[in-house]
């Protein structure tokens, strides 16, 4: 089993930044693709960014110029740098990242349990 643990959200004004972190545990043999989504009040989960492990990247439109996404393999973790911040920003952002705890199991996706990000003056 692998845990996800987000943090770094809170009250930011628009045009602000903040820095999320998901840093993964438990019984980990290797992490493949590293995502970010959202979740605003009332709408769907939507994609944000995510991160292969040779570091590719991909961003929705919404955010792509304004947001970064990148990972440490070493403290497996998986960070997300929101710049330009917008009230349209503002949901809960969850973890999800794709990952094998053994050599012999296959990939399973997990999700971590949120962190709030809200933008207001």
């Known amino acids: 089993q692998v845990q996800l643990v987000e943090s770094g959200g809170g009250l930011v004004q628009p045009g602000g930044s903040l820095r999320l972190s998901c840093a993964a545990s438990g019984s980990i043999f290797s992490i493949y693709l590293m995502r970010w989504y959202r979740q605003a009040p009332g709408k769907q989960r939507e994609f944000v960014a995510t991160?292969?492990?040779?570091?590719?990247?991909y961003y929705a439109d919404s955010v792509k110029g304004r947001f970064t996404i990148s990972r440490d393999n070493a403290k497996n973790t998986v960070y997300l740098q929101m710049n330009s911040l917008k009230p349209t920003d503002t949901a809960v952002y969850y973890c999800?990242?794709?990952?094998?705890?053994?050599?012999?199991?296959?990939?399973?996706?997990?999700w971590g349990q949120g962190t709030q990000v809200t933008v207001s003056s």
């Open positions: 991160i292969a492990s040779n570091d590719n990247t």
């Open positions: 999800n990242v794709d990952a094998a705890s053994s050599e012999y199991a296959g990939r399973e996706n997990y």
